[in-house]
C-alpha cells in the first residue's frame, strides 16, 4: 500500500490506523512524505502490532519527533516479519534514536 506524498497528515494517519488492524496480509506500507507528525504516528504505532505480514514499512519525510518514535518503538517487536524499515528525515531526536535501538535487537528479520 503506497500513500506516500500525499499530504494525509495526522487526520489521515488516524482514519488509516483504524482500517489497518483488518489487513492482516499487508506487506508493505509506504506513508512517506505525508506530514504525519505525533498525533498521526501513535494511533499508526497501535495498529501495526495487527499486521504480523509487513515486512516494509516506509516513514520517511514526515514529521514524527521523539513521541511518535516512541511508540512506534515499542510496536516494532511484534513485526517478526520487518525487513526493512525508513524513518529517515524525520525530527526523531535523542530520545527516538534510543528507543528504535532497544527495539533493533528483536527485528532479526531486519535487512535495512
Known sequence: LDLSHNHIGDEGAISLAQVLPSLTSLTKLSLSGNRIGDDGACPLAQALPSLTSLTELRLSSN????????????ALPSLTS?????????PIGDEGACAIAQALPSLTSLTE
Open 82 to 90: 520487518l525487513t526493512k524499515i525508513e524513518l529517515g528525515y524525520n
Open 63 to 74: 514529521r514524527i519527533g521523539h513521541e511518535g518514535t516512541c511508540a512506534l518503538a515499542q
